[in-house]
């Protein structure tokens, strides 16, 4: 390590650290082999702020194929600005195209402004990302696996295919989201926001929606086998053939949903809101609990018709 007339350190020369507006310090490769340790140490000891551009490129690949994480989060964390996203996106795109997969499990991202961010096929295992802010970005393949994105903005974010096994998803913002076959089993979504999200063919099995904003919904063929629906909004929600056996749907209201061909089969619909759905097209209406259901236009046909309570049958047409 030598130091220049400038005041500045070579020492790798494609990652520029910033210690202050009147110093900048440059990292050389003279210490390959320690790479990732030797870079977390002098971005903590000085305090700096990764550059993000092209003339830094090989080096960020460097850091984000190695296994230190907390350099990793250091480069996520200066993607501040749209710019700098566009390029660390070209990046991540490099390291798709070697097929290498980016580890990021366990990485703190807490409050991160990340808009447009690509992260496909990204290991974000146990990722701490609650309050992030990552509209309109891609998260397609990735695997989310136990990560907490709870009071995120997620609002028109890509997770199709996604495994989110036991994701923490509570009071986040998934307006618009694609969540199209994405795995969310036993994923926690009380009173997060899913309106006009898009979830149809996912695996929501075990998952926790108590509370949640599902309002135009699609949930067209997902599989919801014991999920939680607790005082749910379904209001104009698409659940044609999905599964619900043994779903607690306890207060959900259910206004103009669609319900066609749906299995509820051991679900409990205990004072739930049933106003002007669509329950028709064969639906599996096996050990079904209808205790105080407020129903009222209940479009069916008769062979449904049949299948139902008497109570809730004065109320279809």
């Known amino acids: 390590m030598k130091g220049n007339r400038d005041g500045t350190v070579r020492?790798?020369?494609?990652?520029?650290?910033?210690?202050?507006?009147?110093?900048?310090?440059?990292?050389?490769?003279?210490?390959?082999?320690?790479?990732?340790?030797?870079?977390?140490?002098?971005?903590s000891c000085y305090d700096g702020?990764?550059?993000?551009?092209?003339r830094n490129e090989n080096t960020i690949i460097e850091i984000l194929k190695s296994g230190?994480?907390?350099?990793?989060?250091?480069?996520?964390?200066?993607?501040?600005?749209q710019m700098?996203?566009?390029y660390l996106n070209t990046i991540l795109l490099k390291l798709r195209q070697q097929g290498i997969r980016l580890d990021l499990?366990?990485?703190?991202?807490?409050?991160?402004?990340?808009?447009?961010?690509?992260?496909?096929?990204?290991?974000l295992s146990h990722a701490v990302m609650?309050?992030?802010?990552?509209?309109?970005?891609?998260f397609l393949n990735a695997l989310l696996v136990n990560a907490d994105l709870n009071h995120a903005s997620l609002e028109g974010v890509k997770f199709g295919g996604a495994d989110m096994t036991g994701t923490n998803l509570s009071y986040s913002n998934l307006k618009n989201a694609m969540l199209i076959r994405s795995i969310?089993?036993?994923a926690v979504l009380t009173f997060a926001d899913l309106e006009e999200a898009n979830l149809a063919g996912s695996d929501l099995t075990h998952a926790c929606l108590d509370h949640a904003i599902l309002k135009r919904t699609n949930l067209t063929q997902a599989v919801m086998i014991h999920v939680s629906l607790a005082h749910a909004e379904l209001d104009s929600a698409f659940m044609d053939r999905a599964n619900l056996t043994n779903a607690k749907m306890m207060h959900a209201k259910l206004t103009y949903t669609s319900l066609s061909g749906v299995n509820l089969t051991n679900a409990d619909l205990s004072r739930a809101i049933l106003k002007?759905?669509?329950?028709?097209?064969?639906?599996?209406?096996?050990?079904?609990?209808?205790?105080?259901?407020?129903?009222?236009?209940?479009?069916?046909?008769?062979?449904?018709?049949?299948?139902l309570p008497w109570r809730i049958r004065f109320h279809c047409y």
């Open 105 to 123: 499990s366990h990485v703190d991202l807490s409050r991160l402004k990340l808009p447009d961010i690509n992260l496909t096929n990204v290991n």
């Open 276 to 307: 002007n759905v669509t329950l028709a097209d064969n639906p599996v209406l096996t050990g079904t609990v209808w205790n105080e259901v407020r129903a009222r236009g209940i479009h069916t046909d008769s062979s449904t018709r049949k299948l």
């Open 184 to 186: 969310l089993t036993g």
């Open 49 to 54: 702020e990764i550059e993000i551009s092209d």
């Open 11 to 43: 020492l790798y020369p494609a990652l520029t650290v910033t210690a202050d507006p009147m110093r900048k310090i440059s990292l050389e490769s003279a210490l390959k082999n320690t790479l990732p340790n030797a870079l977390t140490d002098l971005i």
């Open 130 to 138: 609650h309050g992030c802010r990552l509209r309109g970005a891609t």
């Open 68 to 81: 230190d994480q907390m350099a990793k989060e250091k480069i996520l964390a200066a993607a501040s600005s």
């Open 84 to 86: 700098r996203i566009r």
